[in-house]
């Protein structure tokens, strides 16, 4: 198990493989499983196969509950820019930091990247399950900053279900890096499930805050869209270029360099 993980072409045709079943499983567009390769071979170059595991188990269980009770948000996917189908920023959105990380681990090895790369996966993992499964909750979810309820789906928002979801996905990530690398530590495991809620927790505050919100002048609808019911919509909140995207890599980056800084004082 340990040479597969560590050779090179096992791993090279794993990623190749990786992307392919997210294209044809609908779950990448082309551009998002090309971006899934170029991740997947900077995250090869700093941790092998181990890495490999533990961003595919985001990826398995992401795209899971994308999927999953597909039914119920049909009618809410007309509130986000984009689909469930995944392209390239959005694939670098969450992978980006992680193959960055990766990368700069194989050019300067040092143990602090392995909690930052950990960190950066518990965050996105956390993330989207709290948004996947969050979304899916039947009470009306509240805004942390208006501290007042508000239309599910609406980004800011968050349910009970959708806090434990953000604490599952951080602790499986957390528990699975424990298996993954000796060096992390019991003591590792709860800063991780930590840090991954703290990078969630982030995204909601940032997504509430400085990420753009559009009003359609037509239908009335709050939307993520520039373009609704074929007329262009108005910012009623945010910075423009601030889209969903952007809160992502934001969040997660900042997370795993709080995390980074950590390890050298908790061990
Ligand atoms: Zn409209």
């Given at each position: ?17 990786l992307?392919w079943i ?6 990448l567009?082309?551009?998002g ?5 170029l991740?997947?071979i900077?995250i ?9 595991l533990?961003?595919?188990l985001?990826?398995?269980?992401s795209?899971?509950?994308s999927?999953?009770n ?22 670098l959105a969450?992978?980006g930091?992680?193959?960055l ?7 300067f090895?040092?143990?602090y990247w392995?909690?930052?790369f950990v960190v ?7 993330d989207?399950w709290?948004?996947e499964i969050g ?6 979810p ?7 309820k508000?239309?599910?789906?609406t ?8 806090t434990l979801?953000a604490i599952?996905?951080a602790?499986l ?14 003591m ?7 840090f991954g809620v703290v ?5 909601t ?11 359609c002048k037509?239908?009335?609808k709050l939307v ?6 074929l ?6 909140k ?12 934001s969040?997660i980056?900042?997370a795993?360099i709080?995390?980074?800084?950590l390890?050298?004082?908790?061990r």
């Amino acid at each position: 198990m340990t040479a597969l993980l560590e050779n090179d072409i096992v791993l090279i045709v794993g990623i190749v493989v990786l992307a392919w079943i997210g294209f044809t499983w609908k779950a990448l567009t082309f551009s998002g499983a090309i971006g899934t390769f170029l991740v997947g071979i900077f995250i090869a170059m700093g941790f092998q196969g181990y890495g490999l595991l533990l961003i595919g188990l985001f990826f398995v269980t992401s795209s899971y509950w994308s999927k999953y009770n597909r039914k119920k948000k049909e009618n809410m996917e007309d509130m986000h820019e984009k689909g469930s189908r995944r392209d390239m920023v959005q694939v670098l959105a969450n992978g980006g930091v992680p193959a960055l990380i990766g990368m700069m681990a194989y050019f300067f090895p040092a143990e602090y990247w392995t909690y930052g790369f950990v960190v950066s996966i518990a965050v996105a993992n956390s993330d989207t399950w709290a948004s996947e499964i969050g979304t899916l909750s039947r009470k009306q979810p509240f805004s942390i900053l208006r501290l007042e309820k508000v239309e599910p789906g609406t980004s800011g928002a968050i349910s009970s279900l959708g806090t434990l979801a953000a604490i599952a996905g951080a602790s499986l990530i957390a528990i699975a890096s424990y298996f993954l690398w000796d060096g992390i530590t019991t003591m590792a495991i709860f800063w991780i499930i930590i840090f991954g809620v703290v990078g969630c927790f982030i995204d909601t505050i940032l997504g509430a805050t400085v990420q753009s919100a559009y009003r359609c002048k037509e239908c009335g609808k709050l939307v993520e869209k520039k373009i609704h019911c074929l007329q262009p919509t108005i910012l009623v909140k945010g910075v423009s270029f601030v889209n969903n995207d952007v809160v992502n890599i934001s969040s997660i980056l900042l997370a795993s360099i709080l995390m980074m800084f950590l390890s050298f004082f908790v061990r």
